[in-house]
């Protein structure tokens, strides 16, 4: 037994174990609630720091990791006029998956019709409850700079390149775009520089590329710890009484989450990328495992290379330019769960959204997915947005804050699964396209 296999398996017994604990203390708290206050303020004294440890060290090594497998990924094309099917087949599979994605959560909560179910009484409730950080996603939304086509230059083009990678401040994770940008360019140069130039400069990417995931090897040593660390302090903040009320929306969500990485994707595993899915999930089961436990597609990037390597046997080439896009672009589980949230708080308030309406609340939910930070909760100032576009009082965002954290957990997973799928397809595309070249 391999000892990714064994890690596996230990996080996957914890995060069980850190479920039903939690269950029991919920359950415990029912009959003497005392209890869960004391163990609510347990978790947010002890595991959610304990938790914190786990992710930071991922968080350390996201900035260096995205640069040299994405500038390591293009210079081993060797040739730029491979840069174009790579880049072409990659962006065309992000925008379909992330549309499959939005169109089957919506079908699902035009089906199950979720915000019907909840009642006034209930969403009085959770909107005083959670009204506050509402109105935080709301403001965070404010400032942030309506679309053009100045704004995606200066998203992708900053003036100061390393001062929007490094930051506006220790807790904030620097700004990727940028960086992808500039590793693109570096790898484009490195393909025109003579062999031996070339050569050198591909080992040094790969050396620190090499380094970076030692240290994840670290930090994956407390993953059997930390995972049900976090999953307890989750399950037991949230409590049973937000579940019910919401439960009809969380059930429909996960669904849909389910039915797009076990469904879609594997058609995609199954069609495009020639490979049996059952063997296919059991290969990245703990890359998912991370996703979940987790919630951000940044700090599993370094496990998805790692599963793309030694699992999968991808190309590195391929590996290195897709996953690293992936973790920023390609987010069709938070695309899913926008569109979800948007139509459900719809129809909360009694608002009314046709077929036109949803068309292209499809589509704005895929281009701001794209704009979301790879980090847990970075979707909810985009969401407040999207409900103001359609006249949804973005007050209404408060419903839906209480569960977020675990369908944060949900989404993530499918994000990062569509990654390391989309890279698997790709890499079989191109392995046909080159052996079919003369």
């Not at 929007?164 to 570096?186: H, Q, T, Y």
Request: charged share 10%; aromatic share 6%; with cysteine.
């Amino acid at each position: 037994m391999s000892t990714t296999t064994t890690l596996a398996k230990r996080i996957l017994w914890g995060l069980m174990i850190g479920v039903a604990a939690a269950v029991a203390t919920l359950g415990i708290g029912q009959l003497h609630p005392p209890a869960l206050v004391l163990m609510q303020k347990f978790s947010g004294a002890v595991l959610d720091p304990f938790g914190q440890i786990f992710l930071r060290m991922l968080f350390f090594v996201v900035i260096p990791l995205v640069f040299t497998s994405l500038a390591s990924g293009v210079t081993q094309l060797g040739r730029l006029d491979r840069l174009g099917p790579l880049a072409g087949r990659t962006f065309a599979l992000f925008f379909a998956n992330m549309a499959i994605a939005v169109a089957i959560g919506l079908v699902l909560m035009n089906t199950l019709q979720p915000g019907h179910h909840l009642d006034d009484a209930a969403r009085t409730q959770l909107m005083a409850e959670y009204g506050n950080k509402a109105q935080q996603a709301i403001s965070r939304e404010a400032t942030r700079p309506g679309m053009s086509l100045a704004t995606l230059v200066e998203m992708f083009m900053p003036r100061n390149l390393f001062g929007a990678v490094a930051g506006s401040s220790r807790d904030a994770l620097g700004e990727v775009l940028p960086l992808i940008l500039f590793a693109i360019l570096v790898g484009a140069a490195a393909t025109q520089l003579p062999g031996k130039q070339r050569k050198r400069v591909q080992m040094a990417l790969d050396t620190v590329t090499d380094l970076m995931t030692r240290i994840v090897g670290f930090a994956l040593q407390l993953a059997p710890l930390a995972v049900p660390a976090m999953i307890y302090s989750v399950i037991v903040k949230v409590g049973v009484d937000v579940l019910l009320a919401l439960s009809v929306f969380v059930v429909g969500c996960t669904a849909a989450l389910a039915l797009h990485l076990f469904g879609t994707m594997s058609l995609w595993i199954r069609f495009l990328a020639r490979r049996s899915p059952r063997e296919y999930f059991r290969q990245i089961r703990s890359l998912l495992i991370a996703a979940f436990s987790t919630s951000s597609s940044n700090a599993c990037l370094p496990a998805s290379l790692a599963v793309a390597h030694d699992e999968l046997k991808l190309a590195p080439s391929t590996a290195g330019f897709v996953l690293p896009l992936g973790a920023t672009m390609n987010m069709s589980g938070t695309a899913l769960f926008e569109g979800c949230v948007v139509l459900f708080v719809a129809q909360a308030f009694g608002v009314e959204l046709g077929l036109a309406h949803q068309a292209i609340l499809m589509l704005l939910a895929v281009l701001s997915a794209v704009a979301v930070a790879g980090i847990p909760g970075g979707s909810l100032p985009l969401i407040a947005g999207l409900l103001a576009t359609f006249g949804i009082p973005p007050e209404g965002i408060g419903i839906v804050i209480g569960v977020d954290r675990i369908l944060d957990m949900a989404r993530t997973t499918v994000n990062v699964g569509s990654d390391i799928v989309t890279a698997t397809v790709v890499d079989q595309q191109l392995r046909e396209r080159f052996a079919a070249a003369p």
